[in-house]
């Protein structure tokens, strides 16, 4: 599983992060993470991918410290016995898919090269057989092997969003962090994205953790809830339980934001 503990992260003198605890078991699984904007939800997914070190906490990958050192004060960083760097099963491990408006695929790359480079530079299969991989990859997100030698900007917001999705999949993930997955995205395709995540969910086994300031695109895929609010975690529990009976006002705010869910 993928836990953080008493994440802390400090910019200048205010914590944008403060305290934080989650876990993510293995799949299939969904825990949403949810907050107005600011509440520091982007910084934990970050810290989780290990593209953010805490200032205070830890994440744990598999009950080790993936920031190196072991909770016992060990190095944990080097080789395990069968030569693999840990942390190398970590970085594929927990991928992270951000909005497609923060130009989460280079422009410059065609989609195909893209998920090419990923494959190689992991080791994923072998060399020569990208492409048949490349081709499965796509299809497994409802994408065509005509859309490998596109760029970016030639598709549609949604294909670009299944793409990088596809990308993420290269690795065999087991954890996918959804940063506002589908905010760019209109309803309808914001349905269509969320039903191909329950389906990949179930096939690849997968555990996600989907960040978003709306409630009806967290009750799609979660059960589970945790509330951030000024970069504390001020709520959690059983999403069910969080709308009917909200503790925290930022809760209810986030609720009365959304008009479709009544308590
Ligand atoms: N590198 C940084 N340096 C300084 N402040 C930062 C940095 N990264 C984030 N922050 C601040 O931390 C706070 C939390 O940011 P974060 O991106 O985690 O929020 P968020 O909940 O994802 O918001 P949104 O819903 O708008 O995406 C914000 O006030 C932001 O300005
Ligand atoms: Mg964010």
Redesign the pocket.
């Known amino acids: 599983m993928l836990e953080a503990r008493d994440l802390t ?1 400090v ?2 003198s ?1 914590a ?2 403060d305290g934080v605890s989650l876990t993510l078991p293995e799949g299939p699984y969904g825990l949403g993470l949810i ?12 810290c989780l991918s290990g593209l953010v070190t805490p200032t205070h906490g830890t994440v744990l990958f598999r009950g080790e410290n993936v920031n190196g050192e072991d909770v016992s004060g060990e190095d944990v960083s080097g080789k395990d016995v069968s030569g693999v760097r840990r942390s190398d099963a970590y970085r594929r491990a927990v991928q992270i898919v951000v909005q497609d408006t923060e130009g989460a695929l280079d422009p410059r790359m065609r989609v195909g090269t893209v998920i090419t480079e990923v494959l190689r530079a992991h080791r994923m299969v072998p060399r020569g057989t990208e492409r048949g991989r490349v081709t499965e990859l796509l299809a497994d997100v409802g994408l065509s092997a005509e859309h490998a030698a596109r760029f970016p900007h030639q598709l549609s917001g949604g294909q670009r969003q299944r793409a990088a999705i596809a990308r993420a999949l290269a690795v065999r993930p087991r954890f996918l962090i959804l ?2 997955p589908t905010s760019a995205l209109d309803t309808t395709v914001q349905a269509r994205i969320l039903g191909l995540l329950n389906t990949l969910r179930t096939e690849h086994r997968l555990s996600l953790l989907l ?1 978003s ?1 709306d409630l009806a695109v967290v009750e799609q895929l979660c059960r589970y809830v945790v509330v ?1 609010h000024r ?1 504390r975690a001020v709520e959690e529990g059983p999403l069910t339980d969080v709308l009917r009976k909200p503790r925290h006002p930022a809760t209810r705010n986030l609720r009365d934001a959304v008009p479709r869910i009544s308590p």
Request: hydrophobic residues 30%; glycine residues 20%.
């Open positions: 992260v910019h200048g205010t944008v992060v907050g107005e904007s600011g509440s520091g939800k982007t910084t934990v997914a970050r940063d506002e960040i300031h951030l970069g």
